[in-house]
Each structure stands twice: as structure tokens, then as C-alpha cells.
T-cell receptor, first 111, second 116 residues
Framework: SQQGEEDPQALSIQEGENATMNCSYKTSINNLQWYRQNSGRGLVHLILIRSNEREKHSGRLRVTLDTSKKSSSLLITASRAADTASYFCATDATGGFKTIFGAGTRLFVKA | EAEVAQSPRYKITEKSQAVAFWCDPISGHATLYWYRQILGQGPELLVQFQDESVVDDSQLPKDRFSAERLKGVDSTLKIQPAELGDSAMYLC??????????????FGQGTRLTVV
């Protein structure tokens, strides 16, 4: 079973706009990670946020974590056509080593 | 830059045949994962190794799937016999666990399996 659920399932925006994706999860976690996957390729790690952190930035990426709501959001600012990909959240549950993925948000950025 | 190596990249096999995938994790990474990803879905964990030991194989269909990591380094995932429903991308990932508190997983490019 999958721990996280991303929302929306699909998102289409114009280049230059911001894209926001959300992730909800079920159990207590040590950390939450976001990954990107281009079509037919492996996953690339984007950013990790620990359970005691509330917000983290990396370039055009901003991640927030609300452990009380068991949710996270990924914001991509000033999107580019190259950002077109699927984005997954993954969680490491407290007490375990597992990394469990959600079903992903498919982002399409139109040039 | 170190990366997770997987082979083959693509595999087409007939149903009822045996198929095997290979993964070489990043050097020094103790934890190795095999995931299956059906088109349009997220990766589903099949098996997790810590060194040469299986930590979790609860989602591995053990009647036809097997995985090994004999020396705690590279790993092989086998399917015998393959079924049409096994068509998917098989992803290998590794992490450096313990001490750092981070579990960033590094993924290989995957093996795309098509069963005909």
C-alpha cells in the first residue's frame, strides 16, 4: 500500500507560472522527500525535509511540511518547459527504513 | 558522480519465460531497494535489503519473484515464470543509512520489462 497521496493527479500550466503540488501521508515520519521523474526514466531526488522542519528552499523549489495535518506541499516557481515531469512524494516512517512513494502528480508546463 | 547501475535497460520476454534484472548500487550504500512501477503509478516497494539480509519482502510475489544480494553489494531480481501483468518498470535504489539521519534514495534508470 502507498503511504502518500499527491494532489492534484495532473497539472497543466504556462511557462513562467508557479506550480503547487500537495502530498498527504498516513503515519508519523522521520522525513519527507520529493522526487522528479521524467518520462521513462529513473527518479531524481529534489529535496528532503525533516519532521522537525517546517519549510525548506532549494533554488526554485519550496517545500513545506505540516506534521499536524500530515501534509506537505511542493512549490515550483517560475516554471519552465523542462519542469514537465511526474513529481512524487516519499516518506520514511518513524522507526523504519522504508521509503514509500505516492502515486505522483503529472506536471505539464506549456512553452 | 556515483550512480546506481541497472541492466538491461529494456527487456522483452514471452510469458512463462524466466527473466532477471541486475543492480549495482552506489559504493558503500548498505540499503538496496527494488521497486516496481506500473505506467502511470508510483513506485511500489518489492524488496529491501540491508547489506545481504532481506529487511522487507512483504510485497514480493514469492511464488514467482526472487531477489538476492549475496555479498551485500550488487543484487539480482528474478521472475519465473513471467506473466503479462509483470510488464512494468523495475527500479533499483540505494541509500546510505545510519548516522546521517537522511535517507535520500538514489535511483537507477530502471529496466523496462514487456511481457508478450
Amino acid at each position: 500500500s502507498q503511504q502518500g497521496e499527491e494532489d492534484p493527479q495532473a497539472l497543466s500550466i504556462q511557462e513562467g507560472e508557479n506550480a503547487t503540488m500537495n502530498c498527504s501521508y498516513k503515519t508519523s515520519i522521520n522525513n519527507l522527500q520529493w522526487y522528479r521523474q521524467n518520462s521513462g526514466r529513473g527518479l531524481v531526488h529534489l529535496i528532503l525535509i525533516r519532521s522537525n522542519e517546517r519549510e525548506k528552499h532549494s533554488g526554485r523549489l519550496r517545500v513545506t511540511l505540516d506534521t499536524s495535518k500530515k501534509s506537505s506541499s511542493l512549490l515550483i516557481t517560475a516554471s519552465r518547459a523542462a519542469d514537465t515531469a511526474s513529481y512524487f512524494c516519499a516518506t520514511d516512517a518513524t522507526g523504519g527504513f522504508k521509503t514509500i512513494f505516492g502515486a505522483g502528480t503529472r506536471l505539464f508546463v506549456k512553452a | 558522480e556515483a550512480e546506481v547501475a541497472q541492466s538491461p535497460r529494456y527487456k522483452i520476454t514471452e510469458k512463462s519465460q524466466a527473466v532477471a534484472f541486475w543492480c549495482d548500487p552506489i559504493s558503500g550504500h548498505a540499503t538496496l531497494y527494488w521497486y516496481r512501477q506500473i505506467l502511470g503509478q508510483g513506485p511500489e516497494l518489492l524488496v529491501q535489503f540491508q547489506d545481504e539480509s532481506v529487511v522487507d519482502d512483504s510485497q514480493l510475489p514469492k511464488d514467482r519473484f526472487s531477489a538476492e544480494r549475496l555479498k551485500g553489494v550488487d543484487s539480482t531480481l528474478k521472475i519465473q515464470p513471467a506473466e503479462l501483468g509483470d510488464s512494468a518498470m523495475y527500479l533499483c535504489a540505494s541509500t546510505a543509512t545510519g548516522g546521517t539521519g537522511t535517507n535520500e534514495a538514489f535511483f537507477g534508470q530502471g529496466t523496462r520489462l514487456t511481457v508478450v
